[in-house]
């Protein structure tokens, strides 16, 4: 080799060593495949979440680098796998500081050897953790902007952080809602009954919320708090809907969901032959996460409770059927069903799917009469909610009984609904039927305002005597007039108040009943009606 040449290929190697170098230096994380010893993580991307409006960003949540962590994409693949060498392998790979609650896990029988097994693919960060701790009944918790820390699922709840949001548009006359002092309490009351209502400390949890001048402060854990930020977000995005556009989109709520979200649902809409005969759980979900292109998960413990195990066979045969409801049908011999977790279906049982809810903003202002001359009172959206609570699965509803809840909310012209994911689909399903009615036939009333609906009210007594008192007292407050009607009727029977009336007087009389009870915060009566 001629000196020149020797000369040239040192100058190369240099000149590799430093790209090398000032690769290392920018912290980036891996863009291939790496194996390591408690795991393998792929290709990243970070997911984007949605900006929060203006008025909102100030105090809110920030992107600290725990944050950006969470939200960044990978391929997980722990099998049997220490919990401290989980945890080595996330903060180095992250660049976080990640500890265990060592006191507080070893009261819980937990140490640094017990061992981890999830594997996933293409999900955040957060999405991993959450499956992988809660099969251990554990949790993490950001407990500054750079250290995580891995606690049991007990500690985790107890675990309350501050978020103060600027909220003073929901109470602007420009926008809707009056600027009263009761503005800021309807804002609270709203969100105590559809975001994880038993979590606030009015409903027996320990979560708080209060308002001063505008600003919404919220003492909740972190999880709770993404969800009251979430809805403040769908609440601002509902105000710049018009009604062409809702009359073009359908029975949708605000905010769309997530892209990974949208492709589970899309998957599950899709057509697949479901065809198994005495076949391994495992060997359907193996084969169905191969068809459908979006992972699964097997609630673990949950089917353990129930005595289920991924070895337990199933047996269906559906040709060319939509892939929700051949699951549904597959696992329904089981006493389970799943659910969109973490923007997973996770398989589990019947019990926990019916109690598992999450909520949406559904914008109405184009189907609601009178939304016009919203400032003069909220009848119109109160009885629209009426009837969709008395013809979708009436006792899916907390008044009848069940773990749904929903709140006519005039900022945006929206129903607020908390309800499991079947009765989502199926209030979106209704909303899109009443628009395409709306463009087909323009003018028409959206839903029946006075026609009668029966409705059964359970009662604490049995004593016909005292059924007859309260009936008489309803009759007396409750929009006294409207009785005359020889189309209504009320009455008692086999412990409970049988009420034929208009949807608007049925919401008062369940308004009255649920007061007299003790269920409402308040036990405000004006308004009922004059005798």
Known sequence: MSRCMFYCAITLVALVAILVLRTDSRGDGPKESVNAPAGAVATEQIETAPKLPTKLTANTIGETTVKKALATTADFNFIDTPLQRVADFIADHYKINVQLDTKILQNAGVTGDSTVTTVLKAVPLRTFLHFALAANNLASIEMDDNLLVITTADAAKSHMVQRVFDV????????????????????????????????????????????????????????????????????????????????????????????????????????????????????????????????????????????????????????????????????????????????????????????????????????????????????????????????????????????????????????VVNQTQDIHQEISGVLSNLRDVRKNHPGTVALPTSSPVVRIYSTATTDGKAAMQLIEIIRRLVEPKSWTDPDVYIGFAQGAIIVRQSPDVQRKVQHFLNALNGRDSHREFSGFGNS
Request: cysteine-free; charged content about 20%.
């Open 168 to 415: 003073r548009g929901f109470a602007d006359p420009r926008n809707e809602l009056l600027a009263e002092p009761d503005s800021w309490e309807r804002l609270q009351e709203m969100i105590t009954k559809v975001v994880a209502p038993s979590s606030w400390d009015a409903n027996g949890g320990a979560g708080s919320i209060s308002t001063i001048n505008g600003e919404l402060i919220v003492s909740q854990t972190e999880e709770v708090q993404v969800q009251v930020a979430d809805l403040l977000v769908a609440l601002e995005l509902a105000r710049g809907q018009d009604a062409a556009a809702l009359l073009n989109g359908g029975g949708a709520a605000i905010p769309a969901p997530s892209a990974i979200r949208a492709g589970v649902e899309r998957s599950l809409d899709s057509r697949v032959d479901m065809d198994f005969t005495e076949t391994l759980l495992s060997k359907i979900v193996d084969k169905l996460q191969t068809n459908l292109g979006v992972p699964i998960q097997i609630d673990m413990k949950a089917l353990a409770d129930s005595g289920v195990s991924p070895e337990t066979t199933f047996s269906v045969s559906l040709k060319q059927v939509r892939a929700r409801v051949g699951l549904r049908e597959l696992l329904a011999a089981k006493d389970l069903d799943f659910v969109i977790d973490h923007d997973i279906i996770l398989i589990t049982t019947n019990e926990i799917a019916k109690t598992t809810t999450e909520t949406a903003v559904y914008p109405v202002g184009d189907l609601v009469t009178g939304a016009e001359s919203i400032l003069k009172g909220f009848t119109d959206y109160d009885t629209f909610l009426v009837a969709l609570t008395d013809t979708i699965r009436p006792q899916s509803w907390i008044d009848n009984g069940g773990p749904g809840s929903i709140v006519a909310f005039p900022v945006g012209k929206v129903l």
